[in-house]
């Protein structure tokens, strides 16, 4: 029984851990839309990244797989000069592929830029 139990807990555990941390480089990278219009930019290579998405029996959150593959790209595209990455691929089995694009300070065709305000906060719309 006690064996049953602490394994329980130890799956419970590792379904709330995120093994991919961002790396200070990977967090200036911005992830554009798939459908975002990224012709401005340089493209810099593709990114083709994976990680567990089931542990033994227990299949991971889907959520949490796909932040992990998004966060593994970005952290990779800082080494392609890439400030920007685009998913190519949905997530399968744990497995995704991104595009890397240099956009530098241009702002995306598809994407308005943000309007001034007096808090100086930036705001773009979610979906247009």
């Given at each position: 029984m006690?064996?049953?139990?602490?394994?329980?807990?130890?799956?419970t555990?590792l379904?709330?851990?995120t093994w991919?941390?961002m790396?200070?480089?990977g967090?200036?990278?911005r992830v554009?839309?798939?459908r975002?219009?990224?012709?401005?930019?340089?493209r810099r290579?593709e990114?083709a990244?994976?990680?567990?998405?089931?542990?033994?029996?227990y299949k991971?959150?889907?959520?949490k797989?796909?932040?992990?593959?998004?966060?593994l790209?970005?952290?990779?595209?800082?080494?392609?000069?890439?400030?920007t990455?685009?998913?190519?691929?949905?997530?399968l089995?744990?497995?995704?592929?991104?595009v890397?694009?240099?956009?530098?300070?241009?702002v995306?065709?598809?994407?308005p830029?943000?309007?001034?305000?007096?808090?100086s906060?930036?705001?773009y719309?979610?979906?247009?």
């Open positions: 006690f064996l049953r139990i602490s394994t329980l807990l130890a799956v555990l379904s709330a851990c991919v941390k790396t200070p480089q967090g200036g990278v554009a839309l798939a975002e219009d990224l012709s401005a930019c340089q290579g990114i990244v994976a990680v567990e998405d089931s542990v033994a029996f991971r959150s889907r959520v797989v796909r932040d992990e593959l998004e966060t790209a970005r952290n990779e595209a800082f080494s392609l000069n890439a400030d990455i685009q998913p190519k691929t949905e997530p089995d744990g497995e995704q592929r991104f890397a694009y240099a956009c530098g300070r241009a995306p065709a598809s994407r830029a943000a309007r001034e305000r007096s808090d906060a930036e705001t719309p979610i979906d247009q």
